[in-house]
């Protein structure tokens, strides 16, 4: 397995080198938009640390690492260990004693209890289109499993693991939960489900892996800094062309423009890495900045950028302003409020966090079948990067 695992990384690599970013910005996102980014792939880890190592410009490149918590867990049972692979991700492991059981029967003491259940005929039908988001936010889950799971949680169960459908030997289990659910769970497949028996203690843990994110470092004037970040992240939501893919092709052409300047700030340009809305790094870096948050003017965001659909505006937590935002050219945009974000963790170490975004209706659109190329555009690239260019040589 090692083997084949080196073998795709060296073919990633491979891939990555013959196949550099192009030059225009809407060849750029059409790249950024080919190449699997989703943290669990093989390809991410690749891409991330070969990233930008074909641009020319005048910065110092940091490849960063920090910790994230995969969908795949590690269950021991006796003396056997096992690997899972859950729906829903959690950070804390779990135990108590194995308890069988089918979905809607009445719940006995299930106090510390680990529930075993089949995988339901909902989930299994709609594996295609789980987690996929409307255009009212709402998210295509299995409710009936979610009312018993939540239902299990409040009787005291530890958790629960998932075996494959009946129709489905081979595969692995699995229910589609939502992130809300208050009861942590994995799928198992056939040879590990053969081996729970009710009344065997059980402890299930999250898999933990390293995973790169990348940042350029453009020395200023001063040793005051501004820092402009994206993410460069995907998920089972897909390429994520709105909130990804259009920004990071922004802050990578910023580069290229700025590389002929000498700002009055130092700049870093960070491309962050993560499940979907890349926290992992964004946490990770906050850490880092804490060091040195003294010398941060401003943590800009680049986000739902690109699309040319309407003026710039910004969105700062509780509508907060910041010198920033009483400078030109910011003092010209609307700002807005910002909902829940990795950007909070930012607000309450007191550091100035923007989001800039030029799509009003590409909020409601992200991860939705209008999430597409197309929305991205020429001119709503390019006015974007060069918006930026004049604030920061202004």
Known sequence: MLIVISLLRSIATVFLFFNPIHPTPLET??????????????????????????????????????????????????????????????????????????????????????????????????????????????????????????????KGAAGYLITPYEDDPYGMGFVFTSSYMPLDGTGVDSDTAEQLKDGQSIKVEPYREEIPYVEFVQTGKSNQEIIIMSRLDSSWHGAHYLSAVGPSTVLYHLMQVMNKETPDYTIRYVFLNGNGDSREASDDFLERLMVQREKVDAVVMLDILGTGDGPLYVRTKGMKSYPTLEQSPFDQLTVRSL??????????????????????????HVFTEKDTFERLTKDGLSDAVNWLHAWLTD
């Open 29 to 154: 996102a059409e790249y950024f938009s080919s190449v699997d980014r989703n943290a669990d792939s093989w390809e991410s880890a690749d891409f991330f640390e070969s990233f930008g190592t074909d641009l020319p410009v005048d910065m110092d490149r940091n490849v960063l690492y920090t910790e994230r918590i995969t969908g795949w867990t590690e269950i021991e049972v006796g003396d056997g260990t096992y690997e899972g692979l859950s729906s829903m991700t959690f950070d804390q492991p779990f135990k108590g004693t194995i308890l069988h059981m089918e979905w809607g029967q009445d719940i006995p003491n299930v106090k510390e209890k680990v529930i075993v259940l089949p995988t339901t005929k909902f989930s299994y039908d709609n594996i295609e289109d789980a987690y996929t988001v409307d255009y009212a936010g709402e998210v295509l889950n299995d409710q009936e499993a979610n009312a018993y799971l939540s239902s299990l949680a409040s």
């Open 339 to 364: 909902g829940s974000s990795p950007g909070d963790a930012y607000d309450e170490a007191g550091l100035p966090y923007i989001i800039l975004s030029d799509s009003l209706e590409g909020s409601w």
